[in-house]
């Protein structure tokens, strides 16, 4: 089994930064690609930001250059930090995980979700 765990949501106004935690634990062979996802009430659940094990990310392009994301391999966790947020990145984001517990194989695995409110 594996667990992703999401933390560090929040209400925030606008203008300011969060940072979002998501650490992966459980039966975990290696880890691929980690990601951030977020849904608004009404829309479809849309990519925020990736980043590979080799650390190559990949950015929608609403938050490029206003949030970062990385990863600690040695702790399977992937961080969002948020800068400059507006009142449309308010969301649930999901934290999202290409794990092998195996080593031959990788399932998708998806975090419980944490709401980020952004007041304007």
Do not use: H
């Amino acid at each position: 089994q594996v667990q992703l765990v999401e933390s560090g949501g929040g209400l925030v106004q606008a203008g300011g930064s969060l940072r979002l935690s998501c650490a992966a634990s459980g039966s975990i062979s290696s880890i691929n690609n980690m990601g951030w996802y977020r849904q608004a009430p009404g829309n479809q659940r849309e990519l925020v930001a990736t980043i590979s094990s080799g650390g190559r990310t990949i950015y929608a392009g609403s938050v490029k250059g206003r949030f970062a994301i990385s990863r600690d391999n040695a702790r399977n966790t992937v961080y969002l930090q948020m800068s400059s947020l507006k009142p449309e990145d308010t969301a649930v984001y999901y934290c999202n995980a290409d794990v092998s517990r195996n080593g031959v194989t990788f399932d998708a695995y998806w975090g419980q979700g944490t709401q980020v409110t952004v007041a304007s």
